[in-house]
């Protein structure tokens, strides 16, 4: 079965550094997505792109984060000087008829 | 703000009894979908439902969205302890989906 793979699966930055998640989506799929889970609290939605662009995006959202899909097979999550409350598990997914998820890539930033 | 709310949160019960939980809004979804998740994992969708009424069935799973797709329910017959997990709900709008808090389950032996 066709699955989303991501990496790195678990990421420390020091508190100021950029971080790269990386991503590879089902290769059929169209649209891509990053969500973010705090840890305890519910799946939030990051980013939706498609056709090469941000289709929609949340309040969480900001100039801090941007998204890139460098070539024809991997999607990224670029988080600019990160903070303490961007440790959470970053969750990549990508839709053709239904959602599919990776495992995600655990961020701790100390 | 679209808010998807489940019910109950936590809900623990013997192996082989039914049991039901509920997804609820006051916004229409264009579909919604019901999800497990695993400690340390991704979701992993189970089933979408499209059209108010509708209901489908996975094994010993049931899913019903409500008529007028603000609403979804999941009910378990005969639960096994490979049930117990997290079953999230989530209801698609615009380009994206919204989650649930969750249902943790948990099924005892």
């Known amino acids: 079965e066709p699955e989303v793979t991501q990496t790195p699966s678990h990421q420390v930055t020091q508190m100021g550094q950029e971080v790269i998640l990386r991503c590879v989506p089902i290769?059929?799929?169209?649209?891509f997505y990053w969500y973010r889970q705090i840890l305890g609290q519910k799946v939030e939605f990051l980013v939706s792109?498609?056709?090469?662009?941000?289709?929609?995006k949340s309040e969480i959202f900001d100039d801090q984060f941007s998204v890139e899909r460098p070539d024809g097979s991997n999607f990224t999550l670029k988080i600019r000087s990160t903070k303490l409350e961007d440790s959470a598990m970053y969750f990549c997914?990508?839709?053709?008829?239904?959602?599919?998820f990776g495992s995600g890539t655990r961020l701790t930033v100390v | 703000t679209q808010l998807l709310e489940q019910s109950p949160q936590f809900l623990s019960i013997q192996e082989g009894e039914n049991l039901t939980v509920y997804c609820n809004s006051s916004?229409?979804?264009?579909?919604l979908q019901w999800y497990r998740q695993e400690p340390g994992e991704g979701p992993v969708l189970l089933v979408t439902?499209?059209?108010?009424?509708e209901v489908k069935k996975l094994k010993r799973l049931t899913f019903q969205f409500g008529d007028a797709r603000k609403d979804s329910s999941l009910h378990i017959t005969a639960a096994q302890p490979g049930d117990t997990g997290l079953y999230l709900c989530?209801?698609?709008?615009?380009?994206?989906?919204?989650f649930g808090k969750g249902t943790r389950l948990h099924i005892l032996p």
């Open positions: 997914a990508s839709s053709g008829f239904g959602y599919t």
């Open positions: 290769s059929n799929h169209l649209y």
């Open positions: 792109f498609y056709n090469n662009e941000i289709s929609e």
């Open positions: 916004s229409v979804f264009s579909s």
């Open positions: 439902v499209v059209t108010g009424g």
């Open positions: 989530a209801g698609a709008t615009g380009d994206k989906i919204i």
